[in-house]
């Protein structure tokens, strides 16, 4: 203790000296002394003010009897208003940093007596705490302004206060600090919350290509020419490299120390270059693995732009539609309809209503297949919570818990019940394939416990199918820093080079009714070149070339076999169409009954090419409707003309085969010049059927016994 202390007055001496030499330097000096300070440490006063606002709105309130500082009324202020992205980061880091240290803020104030001494509305105490976190930050050093006319009167008023008692507000800081044995005021931090800002400094950055603007070779390209180099691995990144995500093939990782760089590269200006943390792209990702042609996507919550954007960006080779739910507002609406057309994304279409008040059977998500539930979470995977809440759209409230370093029991609570029902409400969408849910959480109530409950949901009245756990469609399990637990599930957890994250993916039993028919079994042993004298024709280069052009739509399309039974059964299909045929005598084109399928003896038909078509009739059996389950039955009499027979010259009787064969026609050789064709019934042979002279005698009687 004797060290800290005299550790504590050294340095309270090298201050006293330099705030002399501050105070009786020329301006020339002290814009020379400042000039190390940062450009986030010299914050313009609006700045001051939105983070006042934000303070003012998640500040720890206390029991009445333990109140020491009293913070105004909690009536409703003005929202904030950001002028661009980079201040709303500054004010709501300022106000979260104040949030982090506000037991110890407040005891300075009261400690120093600036509190009691200063007549100052309660209203500007907020106002007070994130300006006296940022004097200290700058160790009590004037503050520099470079444009004057930037000057808020407010904020000029409390500056000056606080510059009066920079030296009792300096002393009233070390005396905490050796109070609490801190050799830093970080150290007067939960464990918890400093490990969250080791961390947040060595999370590497990733940012996803924007394919819709770019390509990878032209992204690859400008980073070679602005001197970086492609590694290997995340273990080899320092300096100027990057190297491509092990998970998704679109996202870059760059060090850390980069990140201002990277923020204002030209192709993340120009959203070329999103970005963006790993867990979403993930999300989009497993979306992308479960699309079919045409299925259009439900994004159940109003998350994150980018988010939207970049399943729209791999959702378009796909003709998909992406409809975004809960945009209430109509400036929001329209603020996110102008990025997604600045970044080329044109098929997302915005929803007004929330997710849970959307019925399934609403006309405009009928053809809706998957939905992408990025429900709002804690947060508690998250290294730097400012980023997850306004690039995320958090609540403002959860920076109370994350400041703290745990989240409370009733706020986890809530969190888990609004969680629960939007997935059991996505659960009653009966079109709906597969549900992808993703949160940012590490705890098992917001992620494990949320999807067991939720597949134990009955529908009442509903007979859908169930849902089931499926693994996420991504090559997950070579990554160190992954857990993939044995239920399916998909999680990452916090560590230096990434942020914890949970990913699920429900998926639709299928109809045990809808199994393999035996007409496709046929195709597929067909196809694989297992039946005897079963060939499949071989289809026309025009078929090819459209079946490949299917296959290549879908980066999840049908196999090889299964495209082969696919042309199989569409060539059976064609050929067991009814045959148009024509009456010559009425000249009226009609279309064969089912029992007039195989033509009787005075039927005519055309000849094409001189051919006559019957050689696909043969084998053909007409088609049989089966009644549905209860449904009454009307039989009609119905008139079967046979073929003449004509008695054979010798009746001798026939001994009976010692087993059956089934009764097929052939034609007769011959073709009269009328262009009319007689038909007689034959028994099958082996081989090549033999042709059977005209005659209009049977060699066989009764042969349809």
């Known amino acids: 203790m004797l060290n800290l202390r005299n550790k504590f007055d050294l340095e309270m001496s090298s201050y006293s000296a330099s705030m002399k030499m501050a105070e009786f330097s020329p301006k020339d000096s002290v814009l020379h002394n400042t ?251 497993s979306v992308k693995a479960l699309l079919n042609e045409d299925d259009d996507i439900i994004v159940a919550n109003p998350c994150a732009d980018y988010t939207i954007a970049h399943v729209s960006v791999l959702a378009s080779q796909f003709y998909s539609n992406i409809y975004v739910c809960g945009v209430q507002s109509e400036s929001k609406g329209e603020d996110m309809m102008d990025l997604f057309r600045h970044m080329e994304c044109r098929n997302i279409k915005i929803l007004k209503e929330n997710f849970t008040n959307i019925e399934s059977s609403d006309p405009r998500l009928q053809k809706a297949k998957l939905i992408l539930l990025l429900p709002q979470c804690s947060g508690s995977g998250i290294s730097d919570p400012v980023q997850f809440i306004i690039h995320e759209h958090g609540d403002t409230s959860l920076l109370q818990d994350l400041s703290q370093g745990f989240v409370s029991a009733d706020k986890l609570n809530n969190l888990a019940k609004q969680q629960l029902s939007n997935l059991n409400h996505a659960m009653k969408f009966n079109k709906v394939q597969a549900i992808v849910y993703c949160t940012c959480s590490v705890y098992p109530e917001e992620n494990e416990n949320v999807i067991s409950e939720a597949l134990q949901f009955k529908m009442q009245g509903i007979k859908d199918l169930p849902f089931r756990i499926s693994p996420p469609l991504i090559p997950l399990c070579s990554s160190k820093e992954v857990e993939s637990a044995s239920e399916n599930f998909f999680k990452m957890e916090t560590s230096k080079t990434s942020n914890g994250c949970f990913l699920a993916v429900l998926t639709r039993e299928k109809n045990p009714s809808e199994s393999i028919s035996s007409k496709d079994v046929l195709a597929c042993a067909a196809s694989k070149g297992l039946l005897d004298g079963i060939q499949a024709p071989k289809a026309s280069k025009k078929e090819k070339k459209k079946s490949k052009g299917k296959a290549q739509k879908s980066a999840h399309g049908p196999s090889v076999t299964q495209t082969k039974i696919n042309e199989f059964l569409n060539r059976e299909n064609n050929m067991i169409s009814p045959r148009i045929q024509q009456d010559p005598k009425s000249n009226v084109m009609r279309k064969p009954t089912k029992l007039g399928a195989i033509p009787t003896n005075g039927t005519t038909m055309k000849i094409t090419n001189g051919q006559p078509p019957i050689y696909k009739m043969l084998g053909r ?61 034959t028994m099958p042979q082996t081989g090549h059927p033999k042709h059977i002279p005209p005659s209009t005698a049977v060699k066989h009687p009764k042969p349809w016994h």
């Not at 700045?47 to 009536?75: C, M």
């Not at 407040?106 to 007596?113: P, Q, R």
Request: some cysteine; charged content about 20%; aromatic content about 10%.
């Open 35 to 285: 000039s190390c300070i940062t450009e986030t440490m010299n914050y313009p006063d609006w700045v001051f003010i939105n983070a006042g606002k934000i303070f003012q709105g998640i500040y720890r309130k206390k029991p009445p009897d333990r109140i020491l500082v009293n913070y105004g009324s909690d009536k409703e202020q003005a929202a904030p208003e950001f002028k661009d992205e980079k201040s709303q980061r500054w004010s709501y880091e300022l106000a979260f940093n104040a949030l982090k240290y506000q037991d110890l803020l407040e005891t300075i104030l009261l400690v120093s007596g600036f509190y009691h001494s200063q007549p100052l509305p309660d209203e500007m105490t907020s106002l007070v705490v994130v300006m006296l976190y940022d004097f200290q930050n700058r160790k009590f050093q004037p503050r520099y302004l470079s444009n004057k006319g930037d000057a808020i009167e407010e904020v000029q008023e409390v500056e000056k206060l606080l510059s009066s008692y920079k030296t009792k507000l300096a002393a009233a800081l070390a005396k905490c600090r050796i109070k609490y044995a801190a050799p830093t005021i970080e150290y007067t931090l939960p464990e918890t919350v400093r490990k969250q800002e080791q961390r947040a400094s060595t999370i590497p950055i990733y940012a996803w290509i924007n394919t819709a603007k770019v390509s990878f070779t032209d992204v690859f390209n400008t980073l070679k020419r602005e001197g970086f180099t492609q590694m290997n691995s995340t273990s080899g990144l320092d300096g100027f490299t990057y190297c491509l995500d092990q998970h998704c093939p679109d996202l870059l990782i760059f060090p850390p120390h980069l990140k201002e760089k990277i923020g204002n590269m030209e192709m993340v200006v120009k959203n070329q270059l999103i970005l963006q943390d790993k867990s979403h792209s993930l999300a989009a990702h």
């Open 621 to 681: 059996q007409p088609s049989i409707i089966r009644p549905k389950p209860g449904e009454k039955i009307e039989l009609k009499p119905v008139q079967i003309l046979l073929p003449p027979v004509t008695p054979p010259l010798s009746m001798t009787p026939i001994q009976s085969p010692g087993r059956y064969f089934y009764q097929r026609w052939h034609p007769v050789t011959r073709i009269t010049s009328s262009a009319q064709v007689s038909y007689i019934p």
